[in-house]
């Protein structure tokens, strides 16, 4: 079965820094798609970032772009979200969310388009100051 432990959201003033960590257990990290998803009262649920654990490969959503950077250690089976230069409008749940990596479907693709399967419990970002 599938888990994650999800870390690091907290409170932190504009232009702060935070850093999420995303640790899973039950399956070894090799060909998927990990990915970080964030849901806001009265917003659509987006996909901030991905990356795929076979070959680094990653995606933002332009919102995030140049601020936040996804990484991955394989040998810890946990995927990090560094997140910096935090705005207001960054404030939402931030979800950890895995699925394997189809053969020929790029990150983007996963990211934006397919479901993810197995979720994490979801950790708070409030920026404000």
């Known amino acids: 079965q599938l888990q994650f432990v999800e870390s690091g959201g907290g409170l932190v003033q504009p232009g702060g820094s935070l850093r999420l960590s995303c640790a899973a257990s039950?399956?070894?990290?090799?060909?998927?798609?990990i990915g970080w998803f964030r849901q806001a009262p009265g917003k659509e649920h987006e996909g901030v970032s991905c990356?795929?654990?076979?070959?680094?490969?990653?995606y933002y959503a332009d919102s995030v772009k140049g601020r936040f950077t996804i990484s991955r250690d394989n040998a810890k089976n946990t995927v990090y979200l560094q997140m910096s230069s935090l705005k207001p409008e960054d404030t939402a749940v931030y979800y950890c969310?895995?699925?394997?990596?189809?053969?020929?479907?790029?990150?983007?693709?996963?990211?934006?388009?397919?479901?993810?399967?197995?979720w994490g419990q979801g950790t708070q970002v409030t920026v404000s100051s």
């Open positions: 969310a895995a699925d394997s990596l189809p053969p020929g479907i790029s990150v983007q693709t996963m990211c934006v388009i397919i479901p993810f399967g197995s």
């Open positions: 039950g399956f070894y990290l090799d060909n998927y798609a």
């Open positions: 990356i795929s654990t076979s070959d680094g490969s990653t």
